[in-house]
């Protein structure tokens, strides 16, 4: 019973430490760029705040070339415990403002 209670311990951390991962600014295609990231809160995280995270991202990478995000598509999935973690999916272009 104690190593259970251990190895799900140990299986939540990893989860969660692993959960805030950022692909970052992604080139895709054709002037269309991607970001990629995963709740902090891990399988129990929403993907609110990720999405709104992606937005700052993408927003801070056009603003270097004085641009502005044109969102292309964007793809939010909320966790499901113990299955998998909130995640959202950004495609957009760098447009004139």
């Not at 129990?44 to 070339?65: K, L, M, Q, S, W």
């Not at 598509?73 to 995640?87: L, N, Y």
Request: glycine share 8%; net charge positive.
């Amino acid at each position: 019973m104690q190593k259970l209670a251990t190895a799900t311990a140990v299986a939540a951390l990893s989860l969660a430490l692993v959960g805030c991962a950022s692909t970052g600014v992604v080139p895709a295609d054709r002037g269309t760029y991607m970001i990629s990231k995963q709740s902090a809160a891990g399988v129990f995280g929403t993907p609110d705040g990720v999405r709104a995270d992606i937005y700052v991202e993408a927003n801070e990478y056009c603003a270097r070339t004085g641009n502005a995000v044109e969102t292309v598509s964007i793809e939010a999935k909320p966790a499901i415990p113990f299955v998998r973690t909130g995640s959202a999916l950004l495609y957009f272009k760098c447009v004139p403002k």
